[in-house]
Every structure is written in C-alpha cells, then in structure tokens.
C-alpha cells in the first residue's frame, strides 16, 4: 500500500500541530492504572454495531444505535486487521455513524461503536468546514460547547470518505479534530462534538511508539470512580486511526493506530471521564 507523503506546507501544520500537543499534554493529566479495575457505577454503557464486511478497496458506512431513552455520549468503531482506517465518525440522534475505506488491499470487518447513556447532550458542529488540499494533512478545526457546557466526546464529517482520521481530542470547552485528505481532490470537513453540563474532564495515557508498517494500541485510563464517555488520539505524525472505543471496562478508551510512513511515529491516547 503506497501512501504520498505530507507536502512541505502540510510538514509546517504539521509541527505547528505537535506544539499544540506538547502544551496539552502539559495541561492534562496522565492517569494509567496499575491494575485492572472494575467499571464505575455510572450510567454509560459501550455498544459495538453488528460487523460489516467491507472488500479491498471499498469504503462504506457502518451504524450503531443505542437503546430507546439513551443516546451516544461518544463513539467510535472497531476493525478486524490493519488496512482498513476510520475516514468519518460522528453522532446522529441516537445513532453513532462510522465511515471505514479498506486499504489493506484483503477483505476486513468494521463496526461502529456508541457509549450510551441516559444523560442529554448537545451535538455542535464547526460552523466553518475547512479545506484539505489532496494527500495533505489538515489544520486545526475546533469546535466549542455553548455556555459552559464540556465536550464528552466528538469526531468528525467530510465530504470524502478518503479523509482519513489524525487527531480528534478535547481541552475544556472545546473539541479539536486533524485530518489527512487521501484523495486526489480537494476536500472538506469539519469537527463535531457532544457536550454536556455534567462535568467531564480529559485525561492522557503514556504515549506510544509504532513502528514503520505496524499498528500499536494507545491506552488512556480514567480517574478511580470514573468512566469514560467518549475518547480520542494525540498522534506526534501520521499514524492513522484504525480504531477508537472505550476500555471493556468502561475505565477508559483505546486507540489502535497504524504508521504508514518510513519511520517511526508517536501516538498518545485521550480519555474524556465523568464520575456522574
């Protein structure tokens, strides 16, 4: 699978961006469990979606619902091998919507992904979609909760299903969203988050290092007596998302990103916890 590298205007966003992470990941707090720990009594639950099997390159969207009187806090989606990348994930009503493109050039699975839960939200998208030139990586599209609502979880909505997921992450009121456009056209796209006037806080897991061809697992784990509600990526490069969803235990969220480039990339991990 070949992949066009960052151009040279892309490389300067590109470190613009990994000065963003480094004051963020100094603002919010790394918090890894030293043993598994049982999921909180909160209500919010993880729902995967029924797994769609998605050919070599076809691109395709998968949906999951949550139950009558429940409705996402966050999302994401889940795939069954390396290849296949998240290129859309965003909450509709009660529904989580995932966009997955095969690039692993065999047959793959993919599903969406919900945490449910009881609570209101509000859904606030970018007003301002921004633009992507082909095989570039985006700026910066931020989306912010009114009042004094926090983000709970959030991602994404292109025009294109190449647009392939980078960084989607939250700090304070606002929730930031970095992607790569793979196609050979210009695209668009813009953030989408949840919010809630219950408090939520973010928290980061210790970054991870994946190796040219490889895909690596980042952890980020809540607080003791928290859940999380919805999650993200910290990525240091072009490690791209090939899935995102909540710990089995609710404790925390998982991120699985492959490193398609020559050499080695960085990825961190965020959790968005509650403890209501």
């Keep these: 699978m070949k992949w066009i590298r ?3 205007m892309a490389a300067v966003a590109a470190l613009t961006l990994t000065a963003g992470i480094a004051d963020a990941v100094g603002r919010a707090s790394s918090a890894p469990a030293s043993e598994p720990r049982a999921a909180a009594p909160m209500d919010h639950t993880g729902i995967q979606g029924g797994e769609l099997v ?10 999951v619902s949550c139950p009558a009187g429940r409705e996402p806090s966050g999302g994401g989606g889940v795939r069954s091998g390396k290849g296949l990348f998240m290129t859309g994930s965003s909450p509709r ?19 969406a992904f ?24 985006s ?20 025009t294109s299903i190449e647009v392939i997921g980078l960084r989607f992450s939250a700090l304070s009121q606002t929730y930031h969203t970095v992607v790569f456009n793979n ?17 939520h806080e973010p928290r980061l897991g210790n970054q991870i290092t994946v190796q040219p061809g490889d895909e690596g697992v980042a952890i980020a784990n809540c607080d003791p007596g928290q859940v999380a509600s919805g999650g993200g990526s910290f990525p240091s490069g072009q490690a791209f998302i090939g ?30 916890c509650t403890s209501s």
Aim: hydrophobic letters at 35%; one cysteine or more; charged letters at 10%.
């Design 6 to 8: 960052i151009p040279v």
């Design 54 to 63: 998605i050919p070599a390159g076809v691109s395709t969207t998968t949906l």
């Design 93 to 111: 009503g009660n529904v989580w919507e995932v966009k997955f493109t095969n690039k692993s050039g065999v047959e793959r699975r993919g599903s």
């Design 114 to 137: 919900a945490v449910c839960t009881t609570q209101s939200h509000t859904r606030v998208a970018a007003d301002n979609p921004l633009t992507v030139p082909a095989h570039s990586q």
């Design 139 to 158: 700026g910066i599209s931020d989306v912010r909760c009114p009042g004094s609502q926090t983000p709970t979880g959030g991602g994404w909505e292109a």
């Design 183 to 199: 196609s050979n056209a210009v695209q668009s796209f813009n953030a989408v988050a949840l919010c809630s006037t219950v408090a």
């Design 243 to 272: 899935a995102s969803r909540a710990l089995p235990n609710g404790t925390g969220w998982q991120i699985t990103a492959e490193n398609t480039t020559g050499t080695p990339q960085k990825v961190t991990a965020e959790a968005i």
